[in-house]
């Protein structure tokens, strides 16, 4: 009886310490929140509320989603869990088309995870069913992706083109965005 008691008590402390460990690790190896990463930009950086960001008139918004307004940032847009990044002086050189992609594709990450032929697919869906991207759009958004010849985090932009045009016959126009 003894032994078995050890046994289980044994097991018991094991469970924990795996338990503490996995608490441990969540947060230590954890993406920064947006007001931490915030708080690590130079001057010109932001908050944006969520669906309050607009570029052109256009409102730009992902749930309840922030954005953080990252001047200087190497790309135009992206994700980290819970928000969304925009390169303010980049973002807005972009045609309204692209811009609403681009934004799209960040968004998409907030549900689809890093998959990025995924976040595409996401983009495109969302355009169709909100109506703002026709085939005119899907030629506009290919024809700035083609240029991108890939790198560690992103197929080359042909690849993205060819996947994307697949979601794009699939998609529907005027439903519910995915």
Sequence with gaps: MRERLASIAAFTLICAAGLLAAFWLRFTNAPPTSGEYLSRLG??????????????????????????????????????????????????????????????????????????????????????AQGWLDAAGMDAICAFISRAPGGSNHPPGVQRCAVMRKCFARARVGLEAP
């Design 43 to 128: 001057a010109g950086a932001g908050f944006v509320a969520p669906g309050s960001l607009a570029f052109g008139g256009v409102r730009f918004e992902c749930g309840r989603r922030p954005t953080v307004l990252a001047p200087g940032f190497e790309d135009y847009a992206a994700a980290f869990p819970g928000f969304l990044i925009v390169n303010p002086e980049r973002f807005p050189k972009l045609t309204l088309i692209v811009q609403r992609w681009a934004w799209a594709h960040e968004c998409g990450h907030q549900f689809v995870g890093r998959d990025e032929l995924a976040a595409d697919c996401y983009a495109i869906a969302t355009g169709r």
